[in-house]
């Protein structure tokens, strides 16, 4: 199991820019990767941005040229600059591992229940 610790949540008016962290000691990187998920008031958890092996990264299309994902594997601290915030991107977000799972396409696992998921880190965005 890996401890995750998110940081650097908070309330910032639209336009504005935050940076969250996520520290994970003692991880090892795996194929599967590391990524940040948020959930929105009365709606689903979703992936916001992944970073897997080989630094291949994914973003949500809603956050694509706004946030930008990385990872200081020397600190083994996952990072996402957030900039240009809209009322939308509020919500808590959570930095997540994922776990192998061969049943799945990738072979991998987001699912709380195989996965590793920090605690959460609010963020509020207001107009």
């Known amino acids: 199991q890996v401890r995750l610790v998110e940081s650097g949540g908070g309330s910032v008016q639209a336009g504005g820019s935050l940076k969250l962290s996520c520290a994970a000691p003692?991880?090892?990187?795996?194929?599967?990767?590391m990524g940040w998920y948020r959930r929105a008031a009365g709606k689903e958890r979703e992936p916001v941005s992944i970073?897997?092996?080989?630094?291949?990264?994914e973003y949500t299309d809603s956050v694509k040229g706004r946030f930008t994902i990385s990872l200081d594997s020397d600190k083994m601290t996952l990072f996402l600059q957030m900039n240009s915030l809209k009322t939308e991107d509020t919500g808590v977000y959570y930095c997540?591992?994922?776990?192998?799972?061969?049943?799945?396409?990738?072979?991998?696992?987001?699912?709380?229940?195989?996965?590793?998921w920090g605690q959460g880190t609010q963020v509020t965005v207001s107009s």
């Open positions: 003692g991880y090892i990187f795996s194929s599967c990767g």
């Open positions: 970073i897997k092996e080989r630094g291949v990264i």
């Open positions: 997540a591992v994922a776990a192998p799972d061969y049943s799945e396409d990738d072979g991998c696992s987001w699912d709380p229940a195989q996965a590793d």
